[in-house]
């Protein structure tokens, strides 16, 4: 993929489920698939199955009535570190802070547009098959992405 390209499409993918950059990062890394930056964090076992626990978490939650916004500050702030480390890590060699930097500026904005299309949805069609809908193209999207800048 063509060099900072992943790093802002994982931050896309920050956008709308935060945790899913990281999950899919850990489930490469177990497939022993190598990312081309350097990968924080998510070689150590804690790291890498928490993400993924949290990855499936964030999944079931967010078809919660009281699932609160994409855009409160905590779920910005999971954006940022989630897409930051993903960005890094698939940035090439030697650009992983552009690639952090990237995919953090891809994601925040994004949030906003990607809750407000969530909300047009969920007015027609209601929370829970939104929410799938949106998952399943969340975590297509940051799967084909994590392969594709990942080398096995």
Known sequence: MPSLLSSAL???????R??????????ARL???ETPGELF???????????LAMGV?????DKMKTAPDRTVFLGLL????????????LAPQGQEKTGAALAVATA?????????????AMARIGQT??????DALVVAAGAAVVALATRG
């Open 18 to 27: 935060s945790m899913t950059p990281m999950a899919t990062i850990a489930a």
């Open 10 to 16: 994982i931050g896309a993918v920050a956008s709308a």
């Open 129 to 134: 098959k939104s929410g799938l809908i949106e």
């Open 78 to 89: 999971a954006r940022v570190m989630s897409a930051g480390i993903a960005g890094a890590a």
């Open 108 to 120: 925040v904005p994004l949030a906003y547009l990607t809750l407000a299309k969530r909300k047009e």
């Open 31 to 33: 497939a022993k698939r």
């Open 41 to 51: 964090l998510l070689d150590r076992p804690l790291f890498k199955y928490g993400a």
């Open 57 to 61: 978490g964030e999944l079931a939650g």
